[in-house]
């Protein structure tokens, strides 16, 4: 069928637009998500990380 450029014909465009807000919504939800659980937290709390050792050395001096 020539013209016919919707897969849905009776797909409103209200049903549409829903449709493209829902999925916003669902793409922003997943960023702030994602964003919000940062990297995963050292459980050893011992100072022989490379930071401590640095600072370490250069208040010796």
């Known amino acids: 069928m020539p013209g016919r450029t919707s897969a ?6 209200t049903a549409r637009y829903a449709r493209g807000i829902a999925a916003a919504v669902i793409a922003v939800a997943a960023l702030i998500t994602a964003a919000n659980a940062g ?7 011992s100072p022989g990380s490379p930071a401590a050792a ?8």
Do not use: F, L, V, Y
């Open 39 to 45: 990297p995963a937290r050292a459980t050893d709390s």
């Open 54 to 61: 640095t600072a370490r050395h250069t208040a010796g001096h």
């Open 8 to 13: 849905r014909p009776t797909a409103s465009p």
